[in-house]
């Protein structure tokens, strides 16, 4: 399985490609999914739908104050929260670094926390970071 625990309540991870991968996210107790891929075709409980493109370009405030507000739901429902792209190495660590700074995280312990939590996209994708400008400016 390719997603890691980020908080109690947030995992991060790539698309979910098969039942077997659904089945483990409702093990570790996810209820709700963030998809920043495309639309979901096996995950068949909550989820909502935030397309956007892993191509350096600035997030989108709207879709980035969405995420925030779909997670403070699920935390209201004392949920988990899956994010995921397609594998989880750009837009997934983005909007967590996002769900991070909302929930009262400094830039830096957001930046060092996801990059803790999720090696590969720090070790193959360091450059998630390239959307840390756009989202601090959703975040005012």
Not at 19 to 25: A, Q, V
Not at 34 to 39: A, M, Q, V
Not at 95 to 113: I, P
Request: charged share 25%; aromatic share 10%; net charge negative.
């Amino acid at each position: 399985m390719n997603a890691d625990r980020i908080l109690e309540d947030l995992y991060v991870g790539q698309k979910i490609d098969s039942e077997s991968f659904r089945d483990e996210l409702v093990r570790l107790g996810v209820t709700h999914v963030l998809n920043l891929f495309e639309p979901e075709t096996i995950w068949e409980g909550n989820s909502l739908y935030l397309p956007q493109e892993d191509d350096g370009s600035p997030r989108v405030a709207a879709q980035v104050r969405c995420g925030l507000d779909y997670y403070a739901e699920v935390k209201a429902a004392k949920g988990v929260l899956y994010v995921h792209c397609q594998w989880g190495l750009g837009r997934a660590p983005a909007m967590c670094y996002a769900l991070l700074r909302a929930n009262g995280q400094r830039e830096q312990e957001a930046l060092d926390t996801v990059n803790a939590c999720r090696r590969v996209a720090a070790k193959y994708n360091p450059h998630w970071q390239r959307y840390i400008p756009s989202i601090e400016s959703a975040l005012k």
